[in-house]
């Protein structure tokens, strides 16, 4: 898939050439240029979601192989509401962040820590509850360690009841209602 024909982008934000490959099929993208474009707004394009949609292939490799701010990255797929694309589409996002956090809870020593995983996923669709549900029913030692592992990533979070989901797409008040259901599912696991 391809951004529109007609899309320009943010001018300030965006080469001319990058756009120009945005509206390019079958071309791989600069890795950069794939970061970038999910780290903004609906307000950078005229047509967020096809955009998203464009380097949405390089994007899950990207978050699976360790990105950094990959919560940031989830925001702007969030915010080009992929919930709301056709069937065919959603299912493959949705089976994608399903696959990662399921292959994460159940690996040693993933390339993202499962914290980060799990802030992505939960950023990504603006719920805690399928992926602490997951997370409960996976009872092997490697999930139990990372779980023991959130205390640790989120004790500031926990001792302050301030939310780490920084990059949450909505209201404020839908991240500290995500955060409470979390730091209570982890207060009820120790």
Avoid: N, Y
């Avoid at 989830?74 to 996002?93: I, M």
């Amino acid at each position: 898939m391809t951004a529109r024909a007609d899309e320009a982008g943010c001018g300030r934000c965006f080469l001319a050439e990058e756009v120009e490959l945005l509206r390019t099929p079958d071309i791989p993208l600069p890795a950069d240029l794939v970061r970038q474009v999910t780290h903004k707004d609906r307000l950078h394009w005229g047509d967020q979601p096809a955009v998203i949609r464009r380097v949405l292939p390089q994007l899950v490799v990207i978050l699976a192989e360790g990105a950094s701010e990959s919560d940031l990255m989830a925001r702007g797929l969030a915010a080009a509401e992929w919930r709301q694309w056709p069937v065919p589409q959603k299912q493959a996002v949705a089976g994608f962040f399903d696959a990662w956090w399921t292959q994460t809870l159940r690996t040693a020593a993933p390339p993202v820590p499962a914290c980060a995983v799990f802030e992505t996923c939960a950023t990504a669709t603006s719920s805690v509850a399928p992926w602490l549900a997951r997370w409960e029913t996976e009872e092997g030692p490697i999930a139990r360690r990372h779980r023991d592992e959130a205390f640790g990533w989120w004790r500031e979070e926990l001792e302050d009841d301030a939310s780490p989901f920084t990059w949450w797409w909505g209201e404020e008040a839908a991240a500290q209602a995500a955060w409470r259901e979390v730091s209570a599912w982890l207060r009820r696991g120790r």
